[in-house]
């Protein structure tokens, strides 16, 4: 009598439904892939020194708010009643843009594309004053 079960060899694993896995994914990105180059904007960080400080050239900052407003020269506005007011700026002058807080990314890059649609060269500042 014989209690042990019989030996029975394993089944291999075939590849050949892996590799036809994998082609079908390389033909479905390299389908989806866009090879379009997208048009890059030079962002130009502004200096960091204070407005006022000596040494350097004067920067005026406009702090930019929610719904296209701006503090700028202590009142708030929208932009486009201070287009006038910031194409008078001196060309020495650098105009520093800053967040509020909280102010989201598309917001404050919304503004300065807006700015630079003028011809108004600004840069962007890191923090509201």
Do not use: C, N
Not at 5 to 32: E, K, N, Q, T, Y
Not at 66 to 82: A, D, I, K, M, W
Not at 85 to 90: G, H, I, K, V, W
Request: hydrophobic fraction near 45%; glycine fraction near 10%; charged fraction near 20%.
């Amino acid at each position: 009598m014989r209690l042990t079960s019989a030996h029975r060899p394993r089944s291999r694993l075939s590849l050949i439904p892996l590799i036809d896995v994998m082609l079908v994914l390389l033909f479905f990105f390299m389908l989806a892939t866009s090879y379009v180059e997208v048009e890059r904007t030079r962002l130009e960080l502004a200096s960091g020194g204070r407005p006022g400080s000596g040494g350097g050239d004067e920067a005026a900052v406009a702090v930019v708010l929610e719904q296209g407003l701006l503090r700028y020269g202590g009142e708030v506005r929208p932009l486009s009643e201070l287009l006038p007011q910031l194409r008078a700026l001196p060309a020495d002058t650098e105009l520093r843009l800053t967040p509020a807080p909280g102010l989201s990314l598309q917001a404050l890059l919304a503004a300065w594309q807006q700015l630079r649609a003028e011809g108004i060269a600004a840069k962007l500042g890191t923090s509201a004053p």
